[in-house]
């Protein structure tokens, strides 16, 4: 459960991924936003390492697309692929990802460079106290073919 958590917080990855975010229209549809992030992307390294550390090998392989009609689908080998899909919306530096199983809006903010694709989001994780310590989330993805 906890790998499906980190998947939409991730989707977050994308995600990936964040500096919150957005302070724009959340309507859903179709992305009406810049397109640059279409296609498929490869996750290729998470941080902080108290988070990266509840990522399996597994969630590195594979890859997660974005259509440009604003869709996306998760085809990695592994339980994170069973959350599927959804939909996506970015305004300028903004991603919202709405997972089809798990309809809450996720809301990350993204940092574009040549063929890099950096996710960023609050998020929290449990020290060795059991206490939660607020932190950035950031996935850092590649893309692919």
């Known amino acids: 459960m906890k790998k499906y958590l980190n998947l939409y917080f991730i989707l977050a990855c994308f995600i990936s991924s964040f500096s919150l975010l957005s302070c724009g229209d959340d309507d859903e549809g179709n992305n009406t936003g810049d397109s640059s992030i279409v296609g498929k992307w490869q996750l290729t390294s998470v941080s902080p390492k ?39 919306k970015l305004s300028g530096i903004a991603l919202t ?8 809006p996720l809301k990350a903010t993204i940092e574009l460079k040549d063929n890099t694709l950096i996710i960023s989001q609050e998020a929290e994780y449990l020290n060795g106290n059991w206490e939660l310590v607020p932190c950035v989330l ?7 073919n």
Do not use: Q
Request: with cysteine; charged share 35%; proline share 4%.
């Open 50 to 88: 108290e988070m990266a550390e509840d990522y399996e090998k597994c969630e590195f392989e594979g890859y997660v697309e974005f259509e440009s009609n604003g869709t996306y689908s998760d085809h990695r080998p592994c339980g994170v692929s069973d959350i599927g899909g959804g939909k996506w």
């Open 97 to 104: 990802i709405t997972s089809d199983i798990l309809p809450i």
């Open 138 to 144: 950031k996935e850092t993805y590649k893309r692919v």
